[in-house]
């Protein structure tokens, strides 16, 4: 399994960019989806996640300003953001926990994309 981000780039402060993340290979089912980042010198920290029937939970800092959004068909993720501050700065990444198909039955494993760069100027 593959998760491919795409849509980072630099954008001015106010400004909006939409990130999207395409999971590929032999996946059964998808169950939670997700974008993380990290800003240089920090932790990764969760920015939102959604649940496979489109449940959506939002981290404080980005609350009322991005919005993710799945489309189940696709295997896809999305996270449109709106209003970006130069504190949006980091390198997102998307997450998703994918159900696969193994000897022992079925497992469900964590998978992380590669990585697109957001920066935000002021």
């Known amino acids: 399994v593959q998760l491919q981000a795409s849509g980072g780039g630099l954008v001015q402060s106010g400004g909006s960019l939409s990130l999207s993340c395409a999971a590929s290979?032999?996946?059964?089912?998808?169950?939670?989806m997700g974008w993380y980042r990290q800003a240089p010198g920090k932790e990764r920290e969760l920015c939102a996640q959604i649940t496979s029937g489109g449940t959506a939970h939002y981290s404080d800092s980005v609350k009322g300003r991005f919005t993710i959004s799945r489309d189940n068909a696709k295997n896809a993720v999305y996270l449109q953001m709106n209003k970006l501050k130069p504190e949006d700065t980091a390198v997102y990444y998307c997450?998703?926990?994918?159900?696969?198909?193994?000897?022992?039955?079925?497992?469900?494993?964590?998978?992380w994309g590669q990585g697109t760069l957001v920066t935000v100027s002021s």
């Open positions: 290979g032999s996946i059964l089912s998808i169950n939670d």
């Open positions: 997450n998703a926990f994918v159900a696969i198909a193994q000897p022992i039955g079925t497992v469900l494993n964590d998978y």
